[in-house]
């Protein structure tokens, strides 16, 4: 081969390559997400508890629970699109959003299952003060684990309960523990437990959830008002575990979808 030949192919492999590589960077930014036939039908609609102004809980070292939700929501959000499903992710800015309208953006996008993230806290007069790097804040180490509710009034109750159920199954099959304190027989909790071995919860009125017009669980991913927890839930490792076992019960739904 003469050295003008070599050039031509070297610069001709060089110049494919080059293509291959501006073609896999330009899909990596701007490629829609593949739906494969095996999730057409299901779409996973991610509700991020609460918002920027209203954050719901706060956590042992004063850390609003948004801030908790919004993190785990998004991990969620990525892991359906690189698994090939459907989702959207409500209102991942952080917006007011009403309780109500959350269900209703589900239903407009055709959502066929709605999981609500959340982090939880306990009742008040659990709560002891402490100070963390010079500032006073609440805490309490008497409960930690996750808790999963479902509403009676949602139409889709038994599919709801078979997607918490599994969740449940995997969190326990990832050493994760209930917290079962929202049962207890006093002021603000007292809520009935569907299953206390996989912590499932039946809170009616819980509005998303009883106005999704398709299956619908809420998941307390922990309990940050407690000290050691409220870092476990921050914890990476943690958080792609929890997103792993929320994808897999949101594959099995699909797959129940498809054998109606
Ligand atoms: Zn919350």
């Given at each position: 081969?003469?050295?003008r030949?070599?050039?031509?192919?070297?610069?001709?492999?060089a110049?494919?390559?080059?293509?291959?590589?501006?073609?896999?960077?330009?899909?990596?930014?701007?490629?829609?997400?593949?739906?494969?036939?095996?999730?057409?039908?299901?779409?996973?609609?991610i509700?991020?508890?609460?918002?920027?102004?209203?954050?719901?809980?706060?956590?042992?070292?004063?850390?609003?629970?948004?801030?908790?939700?919004?993190?785990?929501?998004?991990?969620?959000?990525?892991?359906?699109?690189?698994?090939?499903?459907?989702?959207?992710?409500?209102?991942?800015?952080?917006?007011?959003?009403?309780?109500?309208d959350r269900?209703?953006?589900?239903?407009?996008?055709?959502a066929?299952?709605?999981?609500?993230?959340?982090?939880?806290?306990?009742?008040?007069?659990?709560?002891?003060?402490?100070?963390?790097?010079?500032t006073?804040?609440?805490?309490?180490?008497?409960?930690?684990?996750?808790?999963l509710?479902?509403?009676?009034?949602?139409?889709?109750?038994?599919?709801?309960?078979?997607?918490?159920?599994d969740?449940?199954?995997?969190?326990?099959?990832?050493?994760?523990?209930?917290?079962?304190?929202?049962?207890?027989p006093?002021?603000?909790?007292?809520?009935?437990?569907?299953?206390?071995?996989?912590?499932?919860?039946?809170?009616?009125?819980?509005?998303v959830?009883?106005?999704a017009?398709?299956?619908?669980?809420?998941?307390?991913?922990?309990?940050?008002?407690?000290?050691?927890?409220?870092?476990?839930?921050?914890?990476?490792?943690?958080?792609?575990?929890?997103?792993?076992?929320?994808?897999?019960?949101?594959?099995?739904?699909?797959?129940?979808?498809?054998?109606?």
């Open positions: 081969m003469t050295i030949h070599q050039v031509v192919l070297r610069v001709g492999f110049d494919i390559m080059l293509k291959f590589y501006a073609l896999l960077l330009g899909c990596i930014l701007f490629c829609p997400t593949v739906v494969t036939a095996e999730y057409e039908n299901c779409r996973l609609a509700d991020i508890g609460h918002d920027r102004q209203a954050a719901g809980a706060r956590s042992a070292r004063g850390k609003p629970e948004w801030d908790f939700n919004v993190q785990l929501a998004t991990l969620l959000y990525n892991a359906a699109l690189s698994n090939h499903m459907q989702a959207i992710l409500i209102n991942p800015n952080g917006s007011k959003v009403q309780l109500l269900p209703r953006i589900a239903q407009e996008a055709k066929t299952l709605l999981v609500s993230i959340h982090h939880d806290s306990a009742q008040p007069q659990y709560l002891l003060p402490w100070e963390w790097k010079g006073s804040h609440l805490y309490s180490d008497r409960f930690r684990g996750y808790g509710f479902v509403s009676g009034k949602n139409v889709y109750l038994d599919e709801s309960i078979q997607v918490a159920s969740m449940a199954d995997g969190l326990l099959r990832n050493g994760h523990h209930p917290s079962l304190h929202h049962a207890e006093i002021r603000g909790e007292n809520r009935p437990l569907l299953d206390p071995l996989r912590g499932i919860y039946q809170f009616d009125d819980l509005v959830l009883k106005n017009e398709m299956p619908a669980v809420l998941l307390e991913a922990g309990i940050i008002i407690n000290r050691e927890q409220e870092l476990e839930v921050s914890d990476p490792d943690f958080q792609h575990k929890v997103v792993d076992v929320i994808i897999t019960a949101a594959k099995w739904h699909c797959q129940r979808l498809d054998s109606r």
